[in-house]
């Protein structure tokens, strides 16, 4: 990265949020609700998503979509599907765990893709929601409201870089 990103969210706000959200969430789901990350950028979020419930008592099974719309880009473009679940969900209680949404059809793409693969339900779990997302309806758990930046850190990335940084930042 050609700029050092900008802290909006420090990692320990983050951790005070994902404790919250999963006290908010052991009471809907069970060990039997199929916990799905969209990659790449949810990876780092849907662990400690995942330590947290387990200190909520619940270790719900997991899997993974990895779908892209950004490749390299700083702005979203055609929604690509490059992995598929390698479990079943039909007749599962899903929690779709994704980054940052922003025009939302990422997120209404893979709510669709679940249930007709037979999720009975399907719960979201967002990290971030830019402005662009208001008027879309709400995800039914939010870490935070952001403004309209490009973002960095906390398994998000620019062009394969910035993934490790334990803070959600901003790159101008």
């Given at each position: ?6 802290i909006l969210v420090p990692h ?161």
């Open positions: 990265m050609d700029t050092q990103p900008q320990t706000e983050i951790a005070r949020r994902v404790e919250e959200l999963c006290q908010q969430m052991a009471p809907r789901l069970s060990n039997d609700t199929v916990v799905v990350g969209l990659l790449q950028g949810a990876f780092v979020f849907m662990a400690d998503i995942m330590r947290g419930l387990a200190r909520q008592g619940l270790t719900p099974r997991t899997d993974f979509m990895w779908l892209s719309s950004y490749g390299d880009a700083r702005e979203p473009g055609r929604l690509n599907v490059l992995a598929d679940l390698q479990k079943s969900v039909r007749g599962a209680q899903v929690l779709l765990v994704d980054d940052v949404y922003d025009t939302g059809n990422t997120i209404r793409f893979a709510v669709d893709y679940l249930a007709a693969k037979g999720a009975v339900q399907v719960l979201t779990c967002l990290l971030a929601r830019k402005p662009a997302a208001e008027g879309l309806p709400a995800p039914d758990y939010l870490g935070f409201d952001l403004g309209d930046r490009f973002l960095v850190g906390y398994g998000l990335d620019h062009a394969g870089q910035g993934r490790g940084i334990p803070d959600l930042c901003a790159l101008d």
